[in-house]
């Protein structure tokens, strides 16, 4: 992760000789997907509303890089390895005097991994993670992560892009670009095969992309060096993007992506076949009526596909529909990316991380707002939510959006 650790951690400055990256020259950066813990911690030394009277503190933020941390231990290591931090920063916590305030609610942490990756059930080696999100402690804390678990006390924020604009202009003129840029593909798919690629979603995408008749384009990231210079270079990612009208997004290792935000970021309109990919995860970020700017094409389970099925759905949109759609995803993308850390006045516009304070710091006080009316803290603060990714209320909600005629603004 070292190389990635320069520039406040957005990674090395990319040349780009080809004009993809054109009218953002100077804010494109390597940036690797799992370092939002730098890069928030970076933001935050400069937030305007910091202080140094902890009394005065409407939320404690704290600056542990949880997910960098992990990533040393999670393979070769046993569980008590994985562990140990969590212990000793839970045990640092619990002994300022920060946390008696609100016995750590107040308290948030970032992680650049998924919150899944803290919340190992058991203590057996072959389980995956750490079990820091479990233990009492950290019960009392919330977690910002790229994807959030199915607990009330984990948030997802975006995953950083390589986009880290310095100021509104910079931002401004990528907007400008994509809204004349020509889209030769219908749609498009970058990802790797996996090994049971004929009995999976990305299996049938990749036959259906490879049987469109040119309607798709398939950037195929296999594993290995070849594969990770093709799709970990941005450039190649945005190539393949911008020339596509959409961009197939079905669940990756885990239900989320960054391809996702690389999507937005290109202003190819998101296709999503799960509601745990986007949906039910940013919520501070992506508005609540997703069929403004995304396809729902619900897939339970691969047994549910139908040969031609993403062709069918892309061609029924009607164009004007289509120009509308692509029109909100370009106004999302200030939401979703990082600006650059190091102008002196600020971005000039919200970006994700100033998203994600907000909410953070509106669900801190709405816990504030129970103490003070003599509620319990507690309760629902930690608790599950077995029904977050149900697929039935996003299947039922798409169908209501879609009678509404489209919206021209983003709220």
């Not at 003129?173 to 749609?187: G, I, N």
């Not at 070849?226 to 990612?237: E, L, S, W």
């Not at 970021?265 to 296709?271: D, K, S």
């Not at 003599?374 to 909600?397: C, L, M, N, Q, R």
């Amino acid at each position: 992760m070292c190389p990635y650790l320069v520039n406040d951690g957005l990674g090395p400055s990319i040349e780009d000789s080809t004009g993809v990256l054109s009218n953002g020259s100077g804010s494109w950066y390597l940036t690797n997907q799992f370092i939002l813990e730098v890069i928030f911690h970076n933001r935050m030394k400069n937030y305007s509303c910091l202080t140094n009277d902890s009394s005065l503190a409407s939320a404690i933020y704290i600056p542990y890089y949880a997910g960098l941390d992990l990533s040393r231990f999670l393979w070769g290591y046993g569980a008590t390895v994985r562990d140990q931090s969590g212990f000793e920063l839970l045990k640092l916590l619990v002994e300022k005097p920060e946390w008696k305030r609100m016995w750590g609610r107040d308290h948030f942490m970032v992680a650049g991994r998924i919150s899944w990756d803290f919340r190992r059930k058991t203590d057996e080696e072959s389980d995956w993670g750490s079990k820091l999100r479990f233990l009492p402690e950290s019960d009392n804390m919330s977690m910002l992560a790229i994807e959030s678990s199915s607990w009330n006390n984990d948030y997802a924020i975006p995953y950083p892009t390589c986009f880290h604009p310095l100021n509104q202009n910079g931002l401004s003129e990528w907007q400008e670009k994509l809204r004349r840029q020509k889209r030769d593909y219908l749609f498009s798919f970058a990802g790797a095969p996996r090994s049971d690629l004929n009995a999976s979603l990305r299996g049938r995408i990749f036959e259906e992309c490879q049987g469109s008749n040119n309607l798709c384009k398939l950037l195929e990231c296999s594993y290995g060096e070849k594969g990770a210079i093709t799709c970990n270079n941005p450039v190649n990612v945005m190539t393949v993007f911008e020339n596509s009208v959409f961009c197939l997004q079905p669940p990756g290792d885990s239900y989320t992506r960054r391809s996702t935000f690389d999507a937005i970021l290109a202003g190819c309109i998101p296709v999503f076949f799960h509601p745990g990919t986007a949906y039910a995860q940013y919520k501070w970020h992506l508005p609540d009526d997703f069929m403004r700017y995304s396809v729902f094409i619900p897939l339970e389970h691969v047994e549910e596909w139908r040969a031609g099925v993403v062709n069918q759905t892309l061609l029924q949109i009607p164009a004007e529909k289509v120009v509308a759609m692509r029109e909100q995803v370009i106004r999302l993308i200030p939401r979703v990316i990082y600006a650059d850390s190091r102008s002196e006045s600020g971005p000039g516009f919200e970006d994700a991380f100033d998203l994600a304070v907000k909410g953070i710091l509106e669900r801190i006080e709405r816990v504030r707002k129970d103490v003070r009316e003599g509620k319990d803290p507690a309760i629902g603060f930690a608790e599950g939510d077995d029904f977050k990714y149900t697929f039935s209320k996003y299947v039922d909600k798409s169908k209501i959006l879609n009678e509404d005629p489209p919206v021209s603004s983003v709220d």
